[in-house]
């Protein structure tokens, strides 16, 4: 996540493209009520509008019990929420993270535009169904909106408990995971048999290997996706270190980098949500700007391909 690198994203974010370039821009309406982009994504299995700008939690809200460390964290959550954010991801893997979480939605009031998503971490029936007690204690809700298998860990174990879940209405949407760009193969597998509403896999503007086979299969079998990595961990910050947006960065619609690299994501016809992870409000905002102005379209995307590999 680019937080380890704090330095190389503010260095980057100083570069923008001329006030005068994006006064050409036409951002989309922006709701009366909360302020907020109106931008969404669509989730295929059952036609419900979300936010395309979700959040992680992986290392940023590993924080433990450190008070202020909490209270910051609940101060991103604050800020996510007020442009515009829904999607919440998570794992019993990552720590202190669901804990964390938990303590700033109690603190914001269980804000209810929350659309709350964890996994399932661990080998065994009973083990699995008791970390799901387990992650509902630690977020402090009553029922997840998705649960997932992370990484395929026992996944014909956990799909068999996610399956009777959803027909109990004890969640709303299962799926599966994964990362590093690995078992493409077996998620393939599982999509193609397997009625699930949800994939996560990794996807930014440097990995696109989901483009080949992933993506287009969770289009034909209405799977909606959500990309983890879209920042590539920080590197592809790194990568555009003291760059500056190309000068057409107005026809994708974007005013920075972080801008430019989430609405190459989402912008793709199969993504629903991209989650982005940080710890500072200041790059929370920047994170959810991308839900302002229009997605580029299949020519910008190439544009912005062609422009990303001469760095």
């Avoid at 399956?163 to 760009?181: E, L």
């Avoid at 996560?200 to 909606?224: C, F, G, H, M, V």
Wanted: hydrophobic share 40%; glycine share 6%.
């Amino acid at each position: 996540m680019f937080e380890k690198s704090p330095l190389s994203r503010r260095r980057t974010l100083q570069m923008l493209s001329s006030v005068s370039a994006l006064a050409a821009m036409s951002p989309i309406p922006l709701s009366a009520a909360t302020g907020t982009a109106s931008l969404t994504k669509t989730i295929p299995s059952s036609g419900e509008a979300i936010s395309p700008i979700g959040m992680g939690t992986w290392i940023t809200f590993n924080v433990g019990n450190d008070a202020q460390a909490r209270n910051a964290r609940a101060d991103v959550l604050r800020t996510f929420f007020a442009n515009g954010g829904r999607v919440i991801d998570s794992s019993p893997m990552y720590g202190s993270s669901e804990a964390v979480v938990g303590h700033g939605l109690e603190k914001l009031g269980f804000p209810k535009e929350l659309f709350s998503a964890t996994k399932v971490w661990t080998s065994g029936k009973q083990d699995g169904q008791a970390q799901i007690k387990d992650s509902h204690d630690l977020w402090r809700i009553k029922k997840f909106d998705l649960l997932q298998i992370h990484n395929l860990v026992d996944w014909e174990t956990h799909l068999e408990t996610l399956q009777a879940m959803k027909a109990a209405g004890q969640v709303r949407y299962i799926g599966i995971t994964t990362s590093h760009g690995r078992r493409h193969g077996e998620v393939a597998d599982i999509m193609a048999n397997h009625d699930i509403d949800f994939v996560q896999l990794t996807y930014n503007i440097d990995d696109r290997a989901a483009e080949s086979r992933l993506l287009p299969l969770a289009q034909e079998r209405k799977i909606a996706v959500i990309a983890n990595r879209p920042f590539q961990r920080g590197g592809l910050f790194r990568r555009v270190s003291n760059t500056q947006l190309p000068d057409w960065a107005p026809e994708a619609h974007c005013t920075n980098w972080p801008e430019f690299f989430l609405k190459f994501v989402v912008s793709h016809p199969a993504l629903t949500c991209a989650i982005p992870a940080t710890s500072k409000v200041a790059h929370m905002k920047q994170n959810m700007a991308a839900l302002n102005g229009q997605l580029p379209n299949s020519e910008v995307r190439k544009k912005m391909v062609k422009h990303f590999e001469t760095l």
